[in-house]
């Protein structure tokens, strides 16, 4: 499996499955209110895409520090997410859409 949407995955609070999906490239977890650590993601090392937009509960992404392939990232409404020191880290990674749903462009 590489594209995986979950958006909107209200019920589910536990997704750490997605721990077993090296070959994950693409992952929308789009307004999944209730998950708060996505760091299970950092056992894939192919994520070029990653949608948490209003998660409201995630407040780290430190571990997008160890996926370098990452190119595409939105945090809209992430309102708990204040460090953002991980983008150094990837490289291939142009531009993210900020809290406020603005293109932020890093390079």
């Known amino acids: 499996m590489t594209y995986l949407?979950?958006?909107?995955s209200y019920q589910l609070t536990d997704f750490s499955f997605l721990e077993h999906c090296p070959h994950l490239t693409h992952l929308?977890?789009?307004d999944c209110n209730q998950i708060t650590d996505v760091s299970f993601l950092a056992s894939c090392?192919?994520?070029?895409h990653l949608e948490v937009r209003s998660c409201r509960?995630?407040?780290?992404l430190s571990?997008?520090?160890?996926?370098s392939k990452v190119t595409y990232?939105?945090?809209g409404s992430c309102r708990r997410i204040t460090d953002l020191s991980f983008?150094?880290?990837?490289?291939?990674?142009?531009?993210y859409k900020?809290?406020?749903g603005r293109m932020v462009q890093i390079r």
């Open 45 to 48: 090392p192919e994520l070029t």
């Open 63 to 67: 571990f997008l520090g160890r996926c």
């Open 5 to 8: 949407n979950l958006g909107g």
């Open 73 to 75: 990232l939105d945090l």
């Open 98 to 100: 900020d809290c406020d």
């Open 87 to 95: 983008l150094q880290h990837c490289p291939n990674l142009k531009s």
């Open 57 to 60: 509960q995630i407040t780290d």
């Open 28 to 30: 929308s977890l789009n």
